[in-house]
């Protein structure tokens, strides 16, 4: 039976304020971004552009290394580091093991923009989820091909727990829960219980139940002082040119850049679910329905986000 969900609307948003922008960039947080194989650099081109559009100070893009210098040209405002691949330019899993220091030093990690191999993926979780925690992890979003990890890593998934930020779309909440999402009021709570993870899916966000809580209320993954306690919102604008080649990429990384600066999950993800829709509807507006971009969609950000804390 599906749970009522909360309406996210800019008056919401409005008393749920992000965090200021602090006297520089290092008060921004920094994101790290872990994709872009040889055939889909874009992907992780378009998340680190969102994200840094979404506010964060500093940003590091992981790609495929025969890919590195081309997307440290398209973006030179990032940081990149080239990664280990496969004979046909996927990232390897071997490429875990070259992270250590970035994720000790980054506040978001977003992994799955431009993954192309799942079993490459997979070994590439299972390595960053076998590295110790010194002082205050990162939290990590999964997009995309990370996603479709999960299902063998759930066993695995403790030291993320409460952590995760996921970004599914139906298809690939199908595969986490193992079968056909039909009611997404039902189904995006279950992902959250099922991975500890606060899950953005269609416009539905759901946070985890707190553990032991016995009356199975929500907490809204650390911020008891927001809207929605119970944890379970719903985005009720967006446009159907959303669903266009990219834009769950920019999606992702706008989470990524709001939670590097200092968001709970559960505001990144209202925040950037909505910012996200809301950038769709002034594209159509303006553009028409269809044929604008994902890219796009970035550069309303700025403005919408100066609209909402005003």
Same mark, same amino acid.
């Given at each position: 039976?599906?749970? *009522?969900? @909360?309406?996210?609307?800019?008056?919401?948003?409005?008393?749920? %304020?992000?965090?200021? $922008?602090?006297?520089?960039?290092?008060?921004?947080?920094?994101?790290?971004?872990?994709?872009?194989?040889?055939?889909? %650099?874009? #992907?992780?081109?378009?998340?680190?552009? #969102?994200?840094?559009?979404?506010?964060?100070?500093? !940003?590091? /893009?992981?790609?495929? &290394?025969?890919?590195?210098?081309?997307?440290?040209?398209?973006?030179?405002?990032?940081?990149?580091? $080239?990664? *280990?691949?496969?004979?046909?330019?996927?990232?390897?899993?071997?490429?875990?093991?070259?992270?250590?220091? @970035?994720?000790?030093?980054?506040?978001?990690?977003?992994?799955?923009?431009?993954?192309?191999?799942?079993? &490459?993926?997979?070994?590439?979780?299972?390595?960053?989820?076998?590295?110790?925690?010194?002082?205050?992890?990162?939290?990590?979003?999964?997009?995309?091909?990370? /996603?479709?990890?999960?299902?063998?890593?759930?066993?695995?998934? @403790?030291?993320?727990?409460?952590?995760?930020?996921?970004?599914?779309?139906?298809?690939?909440?199908?595969?986490?829960?193992?079968?056909?999402?039909?009611? !997404?009021?039902?189904?995006? %709570?279950?992902?959250?219980?099922?991975?500890?993870?606060?899950?953005?899916?269609?416009?539905?966000?759901?946070? *985890?139940?707190?553990?032991?809580?016995?009356?199975?209320?929500?907490?809204?993954?650390?911020?008891?002082?927001?809207?929605?306690?119970?944890?379970?919102?719903?985005?009720?604008?967006?446009?159907?040119?959303?669903?266009?080649?990219?834009?769950?990429?920019?999606?992702?990384?706008?989470?990524?850049?709001?939670?590097?600066?200092?968001?709970?999950?559960?505001?990144?993800?209202?925040?950037?679910?909505?910012?996200?829709?809301?950038?769709?509807?002034? /594209? #159509?507006?303006?553009?028409?329905? /269809?044929?604008?971009? #994902?890219?796009? !969609?970035?550069?309303?950000?700025?403005?919408?986000?100066?609209?909402?804390?005003?």
């Amino acid at each position: 039976m599906s749970t *009522p969900a @909360e309406l996210v609307t800019p008056t919401l948003l409005r008393g749920w %304020p992000l965090p200021g $922008g602090g006297s520089g960039k290092d008060d921004r947080g920094s994101v790290l971004v872990i994709g872009g194989a040889r055939m889909t %650099p874009g #992907a992780a081109l378009l998340s680190g552009v #969102a994200a840094l559009r979404s506010g964060a100070g500093r !940003l590091t /893009l992981a790609v495929a &290394e025969s890919v590195a210098v081309q997307l440290a040209v398209a973006l030179p405002e990032a940081g990149v580091l $080239g990664l *280990p691949e496969s004979p046909s330019g996927s990232v390897a899993g071997s490429g875990a093991s070259t992270l250590t220091d @970035e994720l000790a030093s980054v506040d978001a990690v977003l992994v799955g923009p431009g993954l192309d191999d799942k079993d &490459e993926a997979t070994a590439l979780l299972r390595g960053m989820l076998a590295m110790p925690s010194d002082g205050t992890p990162p939290a990590i979003i999964l997009d995309a091909y990370a /996603l479709g990890c999960l299902p063998e890593l759930v066993r695995e998934l @403790e030291p993320w727990a409460d952590r995760l930020i996921l970004t599914p779309n139906v298809t690939e909440a199908g595969i986490l829960l193992g079968r056909n999402v039909d009611d !997404l009021h039902r189904d995006v %709570p279950e992902l959250a219980d099922k991975y500890r993870a606060v899950v953005s899916c269609q416009g539905v966000i759901a946070a *985890p139940r707190r553990s032991g809580n016995a009356e199975g209320h929500r907490d809204g993954a650390g911020d008891p002082n927001g809207p929605g306690r119970d944890g379970h919102w719903e985005i009720i604008t967006g446009h159907s040119g959303l669903g266009t080649s990219g834009s769950g990429d920019v999606l992702s990384g706008i989470i990524a850049g709001l939670r590097a600066r200092g968001t709970t999950n559960s505001q990144a993800a209202c925040w950037g679910t909505h910012l996200h829709a809301a950038a769709g509807d002034r /594209l #159509a507006s303006r553009l028409g329905g /269809l044929g604008y971009l #994902a890219r796009e !969609l970035t550069e309303e950000l700025p403005p919408l986000m100066m609209e909402l804390s005003g």
